[in-house]
């Protein structure tokens, strides 16, 4: 048996707001207390099932949010990264083109990519927490090649 903390707080529409820590971007609303943890434990039971199935380097991320009131509900969103070395900073940089300013950043590509799925998620925590429209289509990314004149 696996114990996770679980954060608590008065949501300004009225109910509950549980968050995991231990699992970014795990946050669940219900109308009580009672209903908020027992749709935290069924969120983190699918997080630990989907990490068991998928792995944790899988590009899938799973938005672990169930804000009833933004509209979403666990649902496995896909979207393609852009990863480039900043030799200045000697890591990965990554950034989503279909979700304008969400960045990142990592020392290795595992690591860039495992921050790039917690900050999907996060970006589109916070878009449903504000109420905005989630992206409906990812972008299609190409490589062009481009010859330069000296």
Not at 14 to 21: L, M, N
Not at 56 to 77: E, H, P, S, T
Not at 82 to 95: H, M, Q, T
């Amino acid at each position: 048996m696996n114990l996770f903390i679980v954060y608590l707080e008065p949501a300004e529409e009225g109910g509950y707001i549980a968050s995991v820590p231990a699992l970014s971007a795990l946050h669940t609303q219900g109308e009580t207390k009672k209903e908020a943890l027992a749709m935290t434990e069924d969120a983190i039971r699918r997080d630990i099932e989907s990490l068991k199935k998928w792995g944790a380097a899988a590009l899938d991320v799973k938005n672990r949010g169930r804000l009833v009131q933004g509209g979403i509900n666990d649902m496995l969103y896909r979207y393609k990264v852009i990863l480039e070395w900043d030799e200045e900073g000697k890591g990965y940089v990554v950034s989503v083109p279909a979700l304008p300013g969400c960045f990142t950043q990592g020392d290795t590509i595992e690591e860039a990519l495992e921050r790039a799925k917690e900050a999907i998620a996060g970006h589109l925590a916070a878009l449903a927490q504000e109420g905005l429209p989630l992206p409906s289509k990812d972008v299609e990314i190409a490589e062009v090649q481009v010859e330069i004149a000296s």
